[in-house]
């Protein structure tokens, strides 16, 4: 098992002192620490598996995330390959060795997220003073590599999307193809909510009966359905727990009030 190294001046640090939550210090803790993160400080992005060892909620350890991501800009999370990447990683854990260069370059390969290799060749540039090259990507120009930003690089994780729903949502009709409009609704979802609130939304529609069939109708959610941000927050907040299926009376005002509005 492998040691870490935790300078004691963590507790002196001002942002910590002046904003973190005991639940902050203990997340804290957990992410320089944890047995998951390799030496470049790359850890798989998992909210469960970090539920599961610290045990606190998943909602919990979203919360969590989001808050180290953007509001303390202590992580870096790519959900498009679901990798975290702790940025001051190499405050504890780097030394400037031959023997330790040679581990991180070998380590470089196993991070499929392109930008997080290009934050940590240039951290590796900058604090070890050493030019290193991405095994699989030698011959490239990594001198170029300058002014990183993570709003710099950003793609729109489709796939991401796609693959947690047909993962989660099991009772419900499977998505088969990534459509143009189904890209123009994952975008315009990006702009009000996350990737993880729609992970959460599919997690409590699959287990929502009236969600997956269990009404009058044997009416079903679909990825269409859980993608628009309104019916996502009703989803979570658990509006549709509550929804009873109607009788015939209820019904057919219901038809007919959605025949007016012209949606049938």
Request: proline residues 4%.
């Amino acid at each position: 098992m492998p040691k870490r190294m935790i300078d004691t001046g963590l507790w002196n640090d001002d942002d910590i002192i002046a904003d973190f939550t005991a639940e902050d210090k203990y997340f804290w803790l957990y992410l320089l620490t944890n047995p998951h993160n390799n030496i470049c400080g790359v850890l798989k992005y998992s909210p469960a598996l970090m539920a599961r060892d610290i045990g606190l909620h998943k909602d919990t350890i979203i919360n969590l995330l989001y808050r180290f991501e953007k509001v303390y800009n202590r992580i870096y999370v790519d959900r498009e390959t679901s990798e975290i990447l702790i940025l001051n990683w190499s405050k504890y854990n780097w030394t400037k060795s031959e023997d330790f260069l040679k581990t991180i370059e070998k380590k470089l390969v196993e991070v499929n997220s392109n930008y997080i290799v290009k934050l940590l060749i240039f951290k590796i540039n900058e604090k070890l003073g050493k030019t290193v090259l991405r095994p699989s990507q030698e011959g490239t120009n990594t001198n170029t590599i300058t002014n990183i930003t993570p709003n710099s690089y950003s793609q729109t994780p489709y796939e991401s999307f796609i693959d947690t729903y047909n993962t989660l949502c099991f009772n419900l009709p499977s998505v088969y193809k990534l459509t143009d409009k189904r890209k123009k609704a994952i975008s315009a979802f990006l702009k009000q909510m996350t990737l993880e609130e729609f992970e959460n939304a599919c997690e409590r529609a699959n287990n929502t009966p009236f969600l997956i069939g269990k009404n009058d109708r044997g009416w079903k959610a679909d990825f269409d359905f859980i993608i628009k941000p309104d019916n996502t927050a009703k989803i979570i907040e658990g509006k549709y727990h509550s929804e009873e299926p109607k009788n015939d009376t209820e019904r057919f005002y219901e038809e007919l009030q959605r025949f007016r509005e012209g949606a049938i």
